[in-house]
T-cell receptor, first 109, second 114 residues
Framework: AQRVTQPEKLLSVFKGAPVELKCNYS??????LFWYVQYSRQRLQLLLR??SRESIKGFTADLNKGETSFHLKKPFAQEEDSAMYYC???????????FGGGTRVLVKP | GAVVSQHPSWVICKSGTSVKIECRSL??????MFWYRQFPKQSLMLMAT?????????EQGVEKDKFLINHASLTLSTLTVTSAHPEDSSFYIC??????????FGPGTRLTVT
């Protein structure tokens, strides 16, 4: 069965510092990987997906199949980036999502 | 953008009673909707996949007779928690899937069973 691991429950950084959220997965096939974000009192929303290879709100994530990782990075964190971030995996397009445990990011002024 | 609503946002019920939660896609049709459960400070756990016009597919360990899912139309799926117990208290979140394959999440429903 597929599994997603986010080793950090909390990341606290200062504004302007780089931030990297780790995500590792286990799945024998070729999965689709996603990052979702949940701001305070808001619903979960898609931040980015690996197949689109976009940079959203300054965040990027690269799928490393060799290391089975999909780490999320931003070079200069902003206070508005404070939120809960979830890494998720889908076995194929349209399939159900398996979520990691989530990482809370706190960006201090 | 695609919007998903849930009703109610918060419900309190007594042990032994049943409660229904609605999930609606407001501006798009969704052949597939998903139901998740989230305990405090924990991640989302998929409970079941709801397909319009067919039976839901439940994840291992989820009691299908306790968590009844109905997806009667392309814009509405319902989750009924039957004979609720305090351990069913949780945050229930639905998502609706668009073409091509993006899930939009509802705001969640907090269920408290007393």
């Amino acid at each position: 069965a597929q599994r997603v691991t986010q080793p950090e429950k909390l990341l606290s950084v200062f504004k302007g510092a780089p931030v990297e959220l780790k995500c590792n997965y286990s799945y024998s096939g070729s999965p689709e990987l996603f990052w979702y974000v949940q701001y305070s009192r808001q619903r979960l929303q898609l931040l980015l997906r690996h197949i689109s290879r976009e940079s959203i709100k300054g965040f990027t994530a690269d799928l490393n199949k060799g290391e089975t990782s999909f780490h999320l990075k931003k070079p200069f964190a902003q206070e508005e980036d404070s939120a809960m971030y979830y890494c998720a995996l889908s076995k194929a397009a349209g399939n159900k999502l398996t979520f990691g445990g989530g990482t809370r990011v706190l960006v201090k002024p | 953008g695609a919007v998903v609503s849930q009703h109610p946002s918060w419900v309190i019920c007594k042990s032994g009673t049943s409660v229904k939660i609605e999930c609606r896609s407001l501006d798009f049709q969704a052949t597939t909707m998903f139901w998740y459960r989230q305990f405090p400070k924990q991640s989302l756990m998929l409970m079941a996949t709801s397909n319009e016009g067919s039976k839901a597919t439940y994840e291992q360990g989820v009691e299908k007779d306790k968590f009844l899912i109905n997806h009667a139309s392309l814009t509405l799926s319902t989750l009924t928690v039957t004979s609720a117990h305090p351990e069913d208290s949780s945050f229930y979140i639905c998502s609706a899937q668009t073409e091509p394959y993006e899930q939009y999440f509802g705001p969640g429903t907090r269920l408290t069973v007393t």
